[in-house]
């Protein structure tokens, strides 16, 4: 019953002439992807919508990053308006420095970002700050209250580079959200995919399938908490099993299965930034 339920919220979005074309429409190029490479973070976040303060710590390995963004090259010939590194907190993968290189010989014109919360920004000696400028890495960051950031800039001009504060809607000064979620799985696709700001422009690669949305944050705070939650084939693509880059457009412009685990009309911010107690209350409204 709750798969026919799902699917015949699909089918109705699908069947509707106009929809389609006014929520989104695909553009001729990838705008954006986000590479994770790192599931885990530094800081203790209330309510992190990747669902960081309870993942279990793990990396995504430089073969599979490799073999990934080889094949992305193949399918876009190499244009992809933005990349962004993130995670998790991506300066805590080992192999960063070899990200930046692999990325850049392969996608030698697009903007590459590495998207941090700069708390390690000022432990990063001379040859992280050397590849940042040799790459042409742009760092993106929001202002966390734990970090110096006039620490960070000024240690960024004298590598002649500098922090790119705040993107995407994200507030300058970092505020808690809850961005809460549904678990029961009865929450409603196509008002979620229509009024979710992450559904097309947050798509994330991951060892050689791209999804969009919250679904790893979702999935990350499921496991954590013993709950139930199905991700099914129609909810991520499989970069190796697809001839086109047209094939990603068409993915992202249509509502996916798991957004039933939103509950987009109750996301709000706390105005302020708060820490983490691991409590299912921070994701869910109780």
Known sequence: PEKSRVSRQLVLFSSSPILPYIIFVPSA?????????????????????????VAEESYTSITNITKDLERMRELTNGWIESLDISGGEP????ELLKVFEIMRNLFPVSRINLR???????????????????????????????????AVDATAAEHGTKIIYGSMGDELNKTSWRLTRDFSGSGNILNNFINCPTSIYNMDLKEGKIYCGDIHGTMTVAKHFGIDVELC?????????????????????????????CAIDKRKSTGKYMLSNRELGEWVEE
Do not use: M
């Open 91 to 94: 300066t805590l993968h080992p």
């Open 116 to 150: 941090t919360n700069g708390v390690s920004l000022l432990s990063q000696g001379d040859e992280f700050w050397n590849s940042v400028k040799k790459h042409r890495i742009d760092i993106l960051a929001t202002k966390y209250p734990t970090v110096d950031w006039a």
């Open 29 to 53: 190029h990838l705008v954006q992807l986000n590479l994770i490479i790192v599931n885990h973070c530094n800081l203790n976040c209330w309510g992190c919508n990747a669902g960081c303060p």
């Open 233 to 261: 084939e129609d909810d991520r693509l499989d970069i190796y099993k697809i001839s086109s880059v047209q094939e990603i457009y068409d993915f992202v412009a249509r509502p996916y299965p798991h957004c039933r685990y």
